[in-house]
């Protein structure tokens, strides 16, 4: 289906490029790094203020003002631009986008505000941890200080009009890791908090690099499930209905490798072999396999790197050496 295809009738005659309009308060923007439809995501909320909700990287900021434009909604009228986490692919195009938006600030968790101050170091790690693929989203550029509020757990990000987003801290993932609820579709945009949302299989794939947090990630899930959202709007990628079972199933699957790793561990079984029982045990359909295999992104390793964040995860809490 044509992303124009799901735009409201009041805007069916505008051809948008990277904007789809979900309900009366907010827009998806794909963000399409290097062309890559379906992957990355940024929400506008819109009540009397204006959200914007996720910076996607550096790469796609112009997209996103490409977008922005799309909606109708000028960019003085945008006055917080909110992240669920600093990683490069969420927040990495924070420092280009605010002087875009002159009224605009950003709000990030109090844990990541000097990365994105000062996000030398956390340039590096997203160099150690991505390579070339961060070179391609490009280098962290700086935040002004005095543009950054810092999120307080519970905190309602007042909109007007009945329109608002409450902040949920829901470690896992990362840390510092952040869900927005939005009360008036009661909808979540959880970031990395409920994985990685594959909308063209209906499926869910972990998104669990370290450093990954097993048991804070099944409690932030068991709190996203406990807020009764209807609708999910997944950073990866897009909305999805039926909110709770997909974090249940996310959930399940997490508790699935969490045992499959611990046992292999116990064991002494090495990575590759670990990496095997996962395909063994919670096979991808040939379809998935291939179509991963043929992004550009996604396949730098979507059981690898997740692998490796629940062994580092319990070789920390466990003592348990891998090989
Ligand atoms: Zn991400």
Not at 38 to 52: M, Q, R
Not at 160 to 188: D, I, M, R
Request: one cysteine or more.
């Amino acid at each position: 289906m044509l992303i124009t295809d799901f735009c409201c009738s009041a805007y069916s005659n505008v051809k948008t490029m990277y904007t789809k309009r979900l309900n009366d308060f907010v827009w998806l923007i794909d963000l399409k790094p290097r062309g890559f439809e379906n992957l990355s995501a940024s929400y506008v909320i819109k009540g009397k203020k204006i959200a914007i909700v996720e910076t996607g990287p550096r790469l796609t900021v112009e997209n996103l003002l490409a977008g922005l434009k799309e909606t109708g909604i000028k960019r003085k009228e945008v006055d917080y631009v909110v992240v669920t986490h600093i990683h490069i692919d969420h927040a990495g195009g924070a420092g280009t986008l605010l002087p875009h938006l002159p009224n605009a600030c950003l709000l990030v968790h109090e844990r990541g505000v000097r990365h994105l101050v000062s996000p030398e170091k956390l340039w590096i790690s997203s160099l150690q941890v991505l390579g070339h693929i961060a070179e391609m989203y490009g280098e962290f550029q700086p935040v002004p200080k005095e543009r950054v509020i810092t999120t307080k757990e519970g905190m309602v990000i007042d909109l007007g009009e009945g329109v608002g987003l409450k902040v949920l801290e829901t470690p896992g993932h990362a840390s510092h890791e952040l869900s927005f609820y939005e009360k008036n579709n009661q909808g979540v945009f959880p970031g990395d908090a409920a994985g990685i949302y594959l909308n063209k299989f209906n499926v869910i794939i972990p998104t669990t690099p370290p450093p990954f947090h097993l048991e804070m990630a099944l409690s932030s899930l068991n709190r996203l499930i406990k807020m009764k959202p209807r609708w999910l709007y997944y950073s990866h990628f897009g909305p999805a209905d039926d909110a709770i079972k997909k974090l249940e199933t996310y959930a399940a699957r997490l508790t699935l490798w969490g045992e499959i790793i611990l046992e292999g561990m116990k064991d002494a079984e090495d990575f590759e072999t670990i990496c095997e029982r996962i395909s063994e045990k919670d096979p991808l359909t040939p379809e998935m396999e291939d179509y991963i295999k043929n992004h550009l992104i996604l396949s730098r390793g979507i059981v690898k790197p997740n692998v490796q964040g629940f062994m580092e995860h319990f070789q920390k809490i466990y003592g348990i050496e891998y090989f």
